[in-house]
């Protein structure tokens, strides 16, 4: 009895393995988890302040489907400082996080049968999403170094072509597109009149002297051509207070506000009161916080590296790395022999105790993805229970 769109869904790996991990721990096991995306930090406390006021004043009720306004000018402001380019508080509304926000966005663009083109290595999420649409995800690899492939793109790009779904800084890999292969496929996208829906959670966490761009400010003609999706929950740790914000061209608004309207009603508005003061109260607990990740990834980096059968790239954003583990291959554990990345996984949940994700969830098959939002005396201990249990292997 249920729908065949369900049935066509992925479980989310990383939410499926969030899970197993609370069991064990519940059970008495201890892990380290480098499996999990979101910062280890607290919301900082004048975010959690300005929600505690509003409590307070009892402001609790419903608000505008699209928002408060004092929100949306704020995220408007942003934008125009940060990213330059200039969206009006009409052109932007409020979700229940980037995730809700990228689908609201889906159901408002994409017909039947319409094909969303999504470079990989990717968030798990984005091919599920498209599907529950009724649209085809085509995926098309991202080239050397995981960069951005947009000759690869474009010889995927078909009369159905109703978007390209891209995530930068990116998750897993930690990737930057850069601004020319950006300003490359704002042509194409102008040229065949298709969405770029750019997702730009990470836009905060760069490093190695990277620049984030916005594909949306190229151009007016771009930015029609552009629905850029945002979030609190990565720069301000805010995942659980599950608000994300879309800018986009009016029509486009309009429609995904209809949806909102239907599915939420509005977003919980204690959180677009802390969305208010994220955005126009301090910065110095996001700048500390990316300080501290900067170092994280190089201590990690230069352990994995160490590590026989591991090689890992660098990660100019995000908070992740994608080791390659092809070394491990062929290495027997138990009676059995490791013959694909799920295993060496396997292997080190239960023989190091850390968690984290196989690569092949984000189709990339030989890696393994690690995040660094966890201590660095976490990550030290990690990374040597790992090296011990990677000596094991025969």
Wanted: charged residues 25%.
């Amino acid at each position: 009895m249920i729908s065949e769109r369900v049935q066509r869904i992925r479980p989310s790996k990383t939410v499926e393995l969030t899970s197993r991990v609370a069991e064990l721990k519940q059970q008495g096991k201890s892990l380290i988890s480098f499996n999990v995306g979101e910062p280890d930090f607290p919301t900082p406390e004048h975010i959690c302040r300005a929600a505690e006021e509003a409590m307070r004043q009892g402001f609790t009720k419903y608000t505008p489907v699209m928002g408060i306004l004092e929100l949306r000018e704020a995220i408007s402001e942003k934008l125009e400082r940060e990213n330059h380019v200039r969206y009006l508080a009409d052109e932007i509304t409020i979700g229940a996080g980037a995730k809700q926000c990228l689908l609201a966005a889906l159901l408002a663009v994409c017909n039947p049968g319409d094909e969303v083109i999504i470079p990989y290595p990717c968030w798990v999420t984005y091919p599920e999403l498209v599907k529950l649409t009724d649209g085809e995800p085509v995926m098309v690899p991202c080239g050397e170094d995981f960069a951005l492939d947009v000759p690869a793109i474009r010889r995927a790009v078909t009369k159905r072509t109703k978007a390209v779904m891209i995530n930068t800084p990116n998750n897993p890999t930690g990737a930057v597109y850069d601004r020319n292969s950006l300003e490359e496929l704002a042509d194409l996208a102008v040229e065949y009149d298709f969405y770029i829906i750019s997702d730009e959670v990470y836009e905060k966490f760069i490093y190695n002297g990277k620049e984030h761009v916005s594909p949306a400010s190229f151009s007016e003609e771009v930015k029609r051509h552009t629905i850029l999706i945002n979030s609190m929950s990565k720069a301000y740790a805010m995942t659980g207070w599950r608000i994300g914000y879309m800018a986009a061209d009016k029509e486009v608004i309009r429609a995904v506000n209809v949806l909102q309207g239907q599915i939420l009603s509005c977003v919980q508005s204690l959180s677009q009161k802390a969305a208010v003061a994220a955005l126009t109260g301090t910065q110095e607990p996001l700048q500390n916080m990316i300080c501290e990740f900067e170092s994280r990834r190089d201590y990690m980096r230069k352990r994995l590296n160490r590590m026989p059968g591991i090689s890992c790239m660098d990660a100019g954003g995000a908070f992740y790395l994608l080791a390659y583990v092809k070394g491990c291959y062929g290495k027997s554990i138990g009676k059995g022999v490791i013959e694909e990345d799920g295993q060496v996984a396997k292997y080190l949940l239960e023989e190091a105790g850390i968690a984290v994700v196989p690569g092949s969830a984000f189709f990339a098959p030989g890696y393994l993805r690690f995040s660094y939002s966890n201590s660095m005396e976490l990550i030290a201990k990690g990374m040597d229970q790992m090296e011990r249990a990677l000596g094991k292997l025969l």
